[in-house]
């Protein structure tokens, strides 16, 4: 996502891929994560 330009998104939806949910708490520390 960040080498898309997403810089700072505020949520991120999105099913429960461990990986993919550890990359947004590591990336972008920021945003909610909601299922």
Known sequence: MKDRGTQ??????SD???GLV????QCFSGASWQR
């Open 8 to 13: 700072a998104p505020k949520l991120v939806i």
């Open 16 to 18: 429960v891929n461990k």
């Open 22 to 25: 550890l990359s947004v708490k």
